[in-house]
């Protein structure tokens, strides 16, 4: 019946029915497709900028941290000094420290007192001081500028193996009978044994508790208060600082802190939907050698989502704003049903200017949408094709660099080289010794896999004993002179650049004559924080046409044949492109003939200073 109603319906009615489908559908859609795409964007910013606020904070607790840890490493200062804390703990305040004083015990705990001042004085938030000695069973508690004192039943104190941080708790007197005139504080507590050099036997431990002021300051930038949770918690659920005042000095038992502690990595995020909670969770790991603690944000979907939702609601009042006025104007724009047509055409002109990154927005299911279909999902398989060719380009010159250096077993040559090394020593051959060591740190560096980036000093030092291995080969022949910058020592570049440079000079300019044969590597560092590698000869060089060839080799992107001729061109091109991979665009390698003969090869890598991944 309804077939037969709309068929009798005019042509002008069946349109406007038509049109009102096609008006209300796209902006239904439209307000989907913005509402989502307004939470995709809001999520990506609240990972990328808690991820941020995150380690920003997770660096600023270490920083503080090390401060405090590295206060309560003052008492090892000056430990061969009568005076000095660590020697007063050493002879257990005996009398020996003072044998010519009669009131030695009291003078002792004065100069006691002192020390542990000096160490209170040093962080404004450190609150009480308790130092334990082990040979008394004493302890020593500073606070409010006095020292109290008391001795403990045997074995009723265990001291701690090693530097740890308890947890957030309320201050006490470590089992000393003192009357505390004020309200006990919040503190978190350093706990330090203290050894008798060099060996595990305990002295005393040192115990500092500290103020959560700093702390919560630090932190309270991290997060939005009355929106936000956030909490900072050991590893074992012990609440340090928190949004939420009542949990603080508590364990989390929360099944979502168990998913935090098991994450497989570091820092992270992960949504959880929960009685208690219901949003996404960022978490950051702050750990030393003497403390594991995650710094974790709770964000709930109704605050994460907020602008989201009040977005949607504005489109969808706009939306039926212009559906309103759509209804009058749809007889008036039937003609833009090629409009889908006209929007692909434009796409193509695009594609064929070279912008392969078009994004084709049409969604009809009619046979412009199955070819602008056809046409999306060809651009994306281009688009992946020149992304897997990059990458297998990438990791072809990765294998190449591991296959160099892994073409002998590197270990058992290694070993074996210790053993000859070891046999010329013995019988006095010290030539032998220093040639079989200078390989040996050959096989030493490339053994070392897992750097892929060094110190130029250290890039230097494996050239040097190749070269002490070339100079025995051609004694009086060969003069090596090394210009380094000293600035330029510490600068971290691509692991075996200049070895292949050196071993061009040998391989083809190497030239034997009455003259020394001269071999010259200088470093430098420009103004700007440049930094400019020369390795230059005096060999027989090269034509200018094979000159010309080299720089038409390096000028270009695709692969070159590997043979023979082309063995120079092949370790210049991977030297440039290592360096790029290292510093982008910016590197640079260029050549040249020197007169009268020679050759000379030229690395430059601007404002190698400022690159933060070196």
Same mark, same amino acid.
């Given at each position: 019946?309804?077939?037969? /109603?709309?068929?009798?319906?005019?042509?002008?009615?069946?349109m406007?029915?038509?049109?009102?489908?096609?008006?209300?559908?796209?902006?239904?859609?439209?307000? !989907?497709?913005?509402?989502?795409?307004?939470?995709?964007?809001?999520?990506?910013?609240?990972?990328?900028?808690?991820?941020?606020? @995150?380690?920003?904070?997770?660096?600023?607790?270490?920083?503080?941290?090390?401060?405090?840890?590295?206060?309560?490493?003052?008492?090892?200062?000056?430990?061969?000094?009568?005076?000095?804390?660590?020697?007063? /703990?050493?002879?257990?305040?005996?009398?020996? +420290?003072? #044998?010519?004083?009669?009131?030695?015990v009291?003078?002792?705990?004065?100069?006691?007192?002192?020390?542990?001042?000096?160490?209170?004085?040093?962080?404004?938030?450190?609150?009480?001081?308790?130092?334990?000695v082990?040979g008394?069973?004493?302890?020593?508690?500073?606070?409010?500028?006095?020292?109290?004192?008391?001795?403990?039943?045997?074995?009723?104190?265990?001291?701690?193996?090693?530097t740890?941080?308890e947890?957030t708790?309320?201050?006490?007197?470590?089992? =000393?009978?003192?009357?505390?005139?004020?309200?006990?504080?919040?503190?978190?507590?350093?706990?330090?044994?203290?050894?008798?050099?060099?060996?595990?036997?305990?002295?005393?431990? /040192?115990?500092?508790?500290?103020?959560?002021?700093?702390?919560?300051? @630090?932190?309270?930038?991290?997060?939005?208060?009355?929106?936000?949770?956030?909490?900072?918690?050991?590893?074992?659920?012990?609440v340090?600082?928190?949004?939420?005042?009542?949990?603080?000095?508590?364990?989390?038992?929360?099944?979502?802190?168990?998913? +935090?502690?098991?994450?497989?990595?570091?820092?992270?995020?992960?949504?959880?939907?929960?009685?208690?909670?219901?949003?996404?969770?960022?978490?950051?790991? +702050?750990?030393?050698?003497?403390?594991?603690?995650?710094?974790?944000?709770?964000?709930?979907?109704?605050?994460?989502?907020?602008?989201?939702?009040e *977005?949607?609601?504005?489109?969808?009042?706009?939306?039926?704003?212009?559906? !309103?006025?759509?209804?009058?104007?749809?007889?008036?724009?039937?003609?833009?049903?090629?409009?889908? @047509?006209?929007?692909?055409?434009?796409?193509?002109?695009?594609?064929?200017?070279?912008?392969?990154?078009?994004?084709?927005?049409?969604?009809?299911?009619?046979?412009?949408?199955?070819?602008?279909?056809?046409?999306?999902?060809?651009?994306?398989?281009?688009?992946?094709?020149?992304?897997?060719?990059?990458? =297998?380009?990438?990791?072809?010159?990765?294998?190449? =660099?591991?296959?160099?250096?892994?073409?002998?077993?590197?270990?058992?040559?290694?070993?074996?080289?210790?053993?000859?090394?070891?046999? !010329?020593?013995q019988?006095?051959?010290?030539?032998?010794?220093?040639? +079989?060591?200078?390989?040996?740190?050959?096989?030493?560096?490339?053994?070392?896999?897992?750097?892929?980036?060094?110190?130029?000093?250290?890039?230097l030092?494996?050239v040097?004993?190749?070269?002490?291995?070339?100079?025995?080969?051609?004694?009086?022949s /060969?003069?090596i002179?090394?210009?380094?910058?000293?600035?330029?020592r510490?600068?971290? @570049?691509?692991?075996?650049?200049?070895? #292949?440079?050196?071993?061009?000079?040998?391989?083809?300019?190497?030239?034997?004559?009455?003259?020394?044969?001269?071999?010259?590597?200088?470093?430098?560092?420009?103004?700007?924080?440049?930094?400019t590698?020369?390795?230059?000869?005096?060999?027989k060089?090269?034509?200018?046409?094979?000159?010309?060839?080299?720089?038409?080799?390096?000028?270009?992107?695709?692969?070159?044949?590997?043979?023979?001729?082309?063995?120079?061109?092949?370790g210049?091109?991977?030297?440039?492109?290592?360096?790029?991979?290292?510093?982008?665009?910016?590197?640079?390698?260029?050549i040249?003939?020197?007169?009268?003969?020679?050759?000379?090869? *030229?690395?430059?890598?601007?404002?190698?200073?400022?690159?933060?991944?070196?």
């Open positions: 019946m309804t077939t037969t /109603l709309f068929k009798n319906t005019t042509i002008r009615k069946k406007m029915i038509l049109f009102l489908i096609a008006t209300i559908l796209p902006i239904a859609a439209s307000i !989907a497709i913005s509402y989502h795409q307004t939470k995709s964007s809001i999520t990506k910013e609240a990972i990328s900028k808690n991820n941020r606020l @995150l380690a920003l904070g997770g660096t600023n607790i270490i920083n503080y941290m090390n401060n405090i840890n590295q206060k309560s490493l003052a008492v090892y200062n000056s430990m061969n000094v009568p005076r000095s804390l660590y020697y007063i /703990l050493e002879h257990n305040m005996e009398n020996e +420290v003072f #044998p010519n004083q009669i009131s030695d009291i003078q002792n705990r004065n100069l006691l007192k002192d020390h542990l001042y000096n160490i209170y004085q040093s962080v404004q938030e450190f609150y009480k001081i308790r130092l334990y082990a008394q069973n004493t302890s020593y508690l500073l606070w409010n500028d006095d020292i109290k004192v008391g001795k403990h039943q045997n074995g009723s104190i265990a001291m701690a193996s090693k740890y941080i947890p708790h309320l201050s006490h007197n470590y089992g =000393l009978s003192i009357k505390s005139p004020v309200k006990e504080e919040q503190v978190f507590t350093l706990h330090r044994p203290i050894f008798l050099a060099p060996s595990d036997v305990q002295l005393a431990e /040192l115990t500092i508790d500290v103020k959560t002021s700093v702390l919560n300051d @630090l932190n309270r930038q991290l997060y939005d208060a009355g929106h936000e949770n956030f909490y900072l918690v050991d590893a074992d659920g012990g340090l600082i928190s949004s939420d005042e009542a949990q603080i000095g508590k364990r989390l038992v929360s099944e979502w802190f168990h998913t +935090v502690r098991n994450a497989s990595t570091t820092k992270g995020h992960f949504d959880w939907d929960g009685n208690a909670f219901s949003g996404m969770i960022f978490y950051q790991q +702050v750990k030393t050698n003497y403390m594991n603690w995650y710094l974790i944000k709770q964000t709930p979907n109704s605050h994460l989502y907020a602008t989201a939702n *977005t949607a609601l504005i489109n969808t009042w706009v939306g039926a704003a212009f559906l !309103a006025i759509a209804v009058i104007a749809l007889l008036l724009i039937s003609y833009r049903f090629t409009k889908p @047509l006209l929007a692909l055409i434009g796409y193509v002109n695009k594609i064929d200017s070279g912008n392969l990154n078009v994004q084709i927005d049409i969604q009809s299911n009619d046979e412009i949408g199955l070819l602008a279909k056809r046409f999306r999902s060809m651009m994306q398989t281009i688009n992946n094709l020149i992304l897997k060719e990059y990458r =297998l380009e990438l990791a072809n010159k990765t294998i190449q =660099l591991k296959a160099l250096q892994a073409q002998v077993n590197p270990h058992f040559l290694y070993n074996a080289l210790q053993s000859v090394g070891t046999v !010329a020593l019988h006095g051959n010290m030539k032998v010794y220093q040639l +079989v060591t200078s390989l040996g740190k050959m096989m030493r560096y490339q053994m070392d896999m897992a750097d892929v980036g060094v110190e130029l000093s250290r890039e030092d494996y040097q004993a190749y070269l002490d291995l070339q100079k025995e080969r051609f004694d009086s /060969l003069d002179i090394l210009m380094i910058d000293e600035r330029t510490s600068i971290r @570049l691509p692991k075996m650049i200049l070895q #292949p440079l050196v071993e061009n000079f040998f391989k083809h300019g190497f030239l034997p004559s009455e003259q020394p044969a001269k071999l010259v590597i200088a470093s430098s560092l420009g103004d700007d924080g440049a930094l590698i020369v390795v230059s000869d005096n060999g060089g090269i034509s200018a046409a094979r000159m010309a060839e080299l720089n038409r080799l390096l000028m270009q992107d695709h692969e070159v044949e590997h043979d023979e001729e082309e063995g120079l061109a092949i210049l091109r991977n030297i440039l492109f290592r360096l790029r991979l290292y510093f982008k665009q910016d590197a640079a390698l260029s040249q003939h020197l007169h009268p003969h020679g050759f000379s090869v *030229t690395l430059h890598i601007p404002h190698v200073l400022e690159d933060p991944s070196l």
